[in-house]
């Protein structure tokens, strides 16, 4: 059986522990907290239901630094990473990487039945992920063409449950961590929130560690997990 280890606390102080132990994973697969522009142009309910999310995301944690990425080396030495972020963060986090030689992609997730808010503004149907490829990074060079595509689509269940902000479908995880790793790999997300990365590890057959500092969140993902996998241990 593969195993989830959950840890709750700050993953800045959390990763040099891991990393004095030795602990090193295959992939990095988390969704950092977001940065939005502040200027609006929405009006009605629809506006009101966006900004309370948006305030909802940038309430959960402030704290996102590069610096991280120092540990990301360390732990994860064939630099696959797999970075979801806004729009307005694609820029840096693409000339970061870039600056270290490492070949950056650009991943797209096309949303056909998002929310229309489109009043003075593009409807926000699109979210995206960057793609930080090291020379050994896992590739699962057997799956079809399709799969290998930088932009998917992906309707939002409406009347799925929703655990966090920016939880993403486990189809979506699932078509990342089949092409970005192996079986019996182990996968990171440093900013794990409601557990989606772990469920869809452990459901396709990989190692999970997972990092948390809101205990909310903390104890859904924990729940989520072990609905997918009895081999989770829990550290705080």
Known sequence: MNKADLYLGDCYKLL??????????DLILTDPPYEFHTQGGYTGAFAKR???????????????????FKLFKEICPSQNYLIWCSNKQISRLMSYFEKQNLNVTLLVWYKPNSMPLGNWAYISDLEFCVFVRGQKAHWNNKLPANMKSKHFTCGVNFSEVRYHPTQKPIAIMDRLINLHSFKDDTILDCFMGSGSTGVSAVKNGRNFIGIEQNEKYYEIAQQRINAENNQTRLFV
């Open 16 to 25: 040099p522990t891991l990393i004095k132990k030795g602990i090193k994973v």
């Open 50 to 68: 966006s900004d309370n999310k948006r305030l909802a995301i940038e309430n959960l944690s402030k704290s996102f630094d590069f610096k991280i």
